[in-house]
């Protein structure tokens, strides 16, 4: 219980079946990720939690020496105002059933039906106890949700059975950098409409490359967009949130086990602690000669607030501490310098600095606003007036991450390299900034969220910008054609360079976290949101509403129910895979599916 109101007090939530899935999968991170955001949690909640078994056992003591009559009035009362709560909520929930009139859900957020905030605050915000039955009658409830039984891709095939199929002659063995920026949204650049320069790095890298300006990622939370995007995989494989295991049950490739068999040099430099529910296990498929993360960095790792005693201790062990951007380029730069010149190599480099809070490492001076505010700055919990304010935080953090990109590309440079390197950098997922009443990422899919950019810079390649629907699992297809090596089975993105078909193709986001339960899936100008707690679907115009800010599902249901269905022919294929997945597995996940173009609104 106690656990549960620290949760809420830094997210506004109680915690549900997937925050306790998160907690136990990565428990000492998890401390530590609390203690990063909101250390006064670890002091306020247990203290409240003695207060009230202080009160308690007052109480008890003072009731014991009640006569019986008394003590027998004392249970009726409770017992009385119980039932008296029970049928308020009872009318309060027909009552709201009638009352049509649109409310906003908090600060910004979507307008909602009075019925629709009585209910979410009703599963989210009633109590732990509540809360976790809540996610008992869903889990129940989402077990009745369609499973496929004979959707599958293609025959698995080993790694030297790929490199078979790799003609040589043909293949251009050029290195291959892959960047992940934590949270980092399309419009933070001015390539891709930013209002201000904050990463003129990545905007002159994008002015001599390939500007993807319509790409979605596949989740809003980072365990499962990474692993995504470096495997080509959609990360649904469970009705609820799930770790990593180290033992995965399902086959997955990564670069490195395609490109090491063929003489690449292969490494990690990730500035987070890749244990955090289990990416250590989904990564770590022996493909990669040198991985560095926070565990196994020799240096100092950081969180918030470090002068604390607590914090000292987390940056001890290594178990929760973050890499400073710039020491973990500093490896990366020190390992590509170790390499021969004509040995190629391929590197998965994530940059951290930018995870909420958005810490500033004090070396650095910050370009917009003072660099702080007055107030915490909690997951997905601050003053949605002073949203701004914690945006200057945020870009500030994307410009440190950006001066360290710098001294990436100018030592490639300086090395001979950059003309035989290709870049990649694309965000795991956006961050949103109370634009639709909430901030941070793990919540609800709105654009803020999911749009993310996506840049390849190819040697002797002419830039340019492609707006043709993409999802960021299409980096490591697009990557081995730009290799010349052929499409991996494994994979259930596509080679951006193939444009056909990719017009009226449909973009799925996933998020399973304390937060929310949603899936998003794009085709043509609209967007629907389903929210698999509530079974509420939200349908948008991105042609004519881009902010999404009017649910038009009501107006245009042939849309929304063909978006209902591709998501769930999708949500079938997936789950009906791996819900039935031997124990040795002998072929990939199935293909998304391909639906017929949607409609267009017809006039009025």
């Known amino acids: 219980t106690m656990t549960s109101w620290a949760g809420f007090y830094t997210t506004g939530q109680f915690l549900g079946f997937e925050a306790w899935a998160q907690g136990l999968a990565s428990p000492t991170l998890m401390f530590a990720h609390v203690v990063e955001i909101a250390p006064a949690a670890l002091a306020l909640v247990p203290a409240a939690a003695v207060l009230v078994v202080l009160v308690n056992a007052k109480v008890v003591g003072w009731t014991s020496s009640w006569p019986a009559p008394r003590a027998r009035a004392l249970v009726y009362g409770v017992g009385a105002t119980l039932v008296l709560a029970t049928g308020v909520a009872a009318a309060a929930d027909v009552a709201s059933e009638r ?16 019925h629709e905030e009585f209910v979410s605050m009703g599963m989210d915000k009633s109590g732990p106890v509540a809360r976790l039955l809540v996610d008992a009658f869903r889990a129940v409830a989402m077990t009745t949700l369609r499973a496929g039984s004979g959707e599958r891709g293609a025959r698995i095939i080993s790694a030297a059975a790929y490199a078979q199929r790799v003609r040589p002659a043909q293949a251009r063995r050029l290195n291959v950098i892959v960047v992940l920026v934590e949270s980092l949204r399309k419009d933070e650049l001015t390539a891709e409409g930013g209002a201000r ?13 390939t500007v993807y300006t319509h790409v979605v990622a596949p989740a809003a939370q980072s365990d499962y967009a990474t692993t995504s995007i470096l495997s080509s995989q959609f990360p649904l494989r469970s009705i609820t949130f799930r770790p990593f295991p180290p033992d995965l049950p399902f086959p997955r490739v990564l670069p490195y086990d395609i490109l090491k068999p063929l003489g690449y040099r292969t490494a990690v430099f990730s500035s987070q602690n890749e244990n955090w529910m289990g990416m250590y296990n989904f990564l770590n498929t ?12 020799k240096g100092p790792t950081y969180s918030a607030n470090s002068d604390r005693g607590l914090h000292d201790w987390i940056e001890k062990t290594g178990h929760a501490g973050k890499i400073d951007d710039g020491d973990n380029i500093t490896e990366a730069i020190a390992w590509t310098d170790s390499i021969a010149p004509s040995v190629p190599f391929f590197a998965y480099v994530n940059l951290q600095s930018s995870h ?9 001076t910050p370009r917009f606003g003072p660099g702080y505010v007055s107030f915490p700055v909690l997951f997905d919990v601050y003053p949605a007036d002073s949203a701004g304010a914690v945006r200057d935080m945020y870009d500030n953090s994307l410009a440190y991450a950006d001066v360290q990109l710098g001294r990436l590309f100018a030592a490639l440079k300086k090395s001979g390299r950059w003309d035989s390197t290709v870049v990649a950098v694309v965000g795991d997922h956006g961050e949103a900034f109370y634009e ?3 901030g941070a990422h793990g919540s609800q899919l709105f654009n803020e969220v999911t749009r993310v950019p996506l840049i390849i810079h190819v040697p002797s390649r002419a830039p340019g910008r492609d707006s043709l629907p993409a999802s960021s699992i299409d980096v490591m297809p697009t990557i081995l054609g730009i290799l010349k090596l052929p499409p991996h089975p494994a994979y259930q993105g596509v080679d951006l360079a193939n444009r056909a078909g990719r017009r009226d193709r449909p973009l799925f986001t996933l998020t399973q976290t304390a937060m929310a339960d ?11 949101i389903f929210d698999l707690r509530r079974s509420a679907a939200r349908l948008y115009d991105l042609r004519d509403d881009p902010g999404e800010l009017r649910d038009v599902a009501a107006q245009f249901p042939a849309q929304r129910d063909a978006l209902m269905e591709t998501m769930a022919t999708w949500w079938s294929r997936q789950i009906g895979y791996y819900r039935q997945l031997p124990a040795r597995p002998e072929y990939y996940a199935p293909p998304a599916p391909v639906p017929e173009p949607l409609a ?3 006039d009025e």
């Not at 320069?197 to 490359?209: G, I, Q, T």
């Not at 493909?287 to 960095?297: C, D, K, R």
């Not at 949603?518 to 629907?528: A, C, Y």
């Open 286 to 297: 022996g493909g990669v000669e040198h991985f560095l993360h926070a565990e196994t960095f």
């Open 600 to 602: 267009p609104p017809r």
């Open 436 to 438: 639709h009443g909430f």
């Open 356 to 364: 909420n809070p958005y810490l500033l490492m004090r070396k650095f």
């Open 518 to 528: 949603q899936v998003s899936v794009e085709q043509d100008q609209w967007k629907l």
């Open 197 to 209: 320069e904050v990463m003129p790095v990545l905007d002159s890298l994008a002015r001599e490359s």
């Open 99 to 114: 009352d049509t009139t649109p409310v906003a859900s908090g600060p910004n957020g979507p307008t909602v039906t009075p």
